[in-house]
């Protein structure tokens, strides 16, 4: 559990660490950079999650449930924005149902706090919370990356899911995505990949996106524009920020 410097959410909470790659979004996946920083630098949670290949640590696809971070929302007083594993995949296939609802336990405990769950594995998602028959809570808001279109039938996915509130991250974004739907969908996020390597985000796919959220009521948040370093291309699109977020959470007019 750590504040965070992303954007959209105020910190982040792990019970989960560890996954393996699901599509080219997750080539330079961060948290797979960071999980093998952190197996590296000795911390106990990230032993046994990568393997060294090519000069870089990739996953190995060991899963490992934390089942001692479960509580910790329930110790923090005020309200938060929380990023439900930003080190792994809630809806990864190793991650069990039990193990889900039991995050959604301390998520149902918590009101006062908005969880974001961030998946690229939206059809298991909809699979378990519709076979257990878990509660639909409406401070959890359900969410799928979406690099390109070539994963763009996630949102569909995502639409099967039962939930309040629906988003989705299109970061990296690597490729256009005009003519997607984003009806149902309340809240879009764009990106540009950043770090080394990172592939470049045309500006068009970034206004292509802004249109259709206007089409679809979507709030639209502009995260960063990326690239190898992102402090220095910084978030401005357009000449402005784009902060807005879900109507469920209370709308936020663009600066
Ligand atoms: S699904 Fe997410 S955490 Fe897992 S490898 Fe892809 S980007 Fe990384």
Redesign the pocket.
């Known amino acids: 559990m750590a504040q965070t410097s992303i954007e959209w959410t105020d910190t982040t909470w792990n019970p989960v660490a560890g996954?393996?790659?699901?599509s080219d979004?997750?080539k330079f996946?961060y948290?797979?950079r960071m999980a093998g920083r952190l197996e590296a630098m000795g911390v106990e949670k990230y032993q046994g999650l990568t393997r060294k290949t090519g000069g870089r640590r990739k996953?190995n696809g060991n899963i490992r449930l934390d089942w001692k971070s479960l509580n910790a929302p329930l110790n923090w007083k005020k309200p938060r924005r929380v990023f439900v594993n930003s080190m792994?995949?809630l809806f990864h296939p190793a991650v069990s149902a039990e193990f889900v609802r039991e995050v959604w336990r301390i998520m149902g405990e918590t009101p006062r706090h908005t969880y974001q769950i961030l998946t690229?594995r939206p059809a298991r998602m909809a699979e378990v919370l519709i076979s257990t028959q878990l509660p639909v809570l409406a401070n959890v808001w359900l969410g799928t990356s979406v690099e390109d279109k070539r994963v763009a039938s996630r949102l569909d996915e995502l639409r099967n899911a039962p939930g309040a509130t629906r988003f989705v991250s299109f970061e990296p974004l690597i490729g256009s995505v005009a003519g997607v739907s984003l009806k149902n969908i309340d809240w879009a996020i764009v990106g540009g990949e950043s770090g080394p390597g990172a592939r470049p985000m045309d500006a068009f796919w970034v206004d292509e996106i802004e249109s259709m959220c206007r089409v679809s009521g979507t709030a639209f948040f502009f995260k960063q524009w990326g690239g190898r370093n992102k402090k220095t291309t910084g978030r401005l699109l357009n000449g402005r920020t784009f902060d807005e977020m879900p109507a469920t959470f209370g709308a936020e007019t663009p600066t």
């Open positions: 996954c393996s790659i699901e979004g997750c996946c948290a797979m996953w792994s995949d690229k």
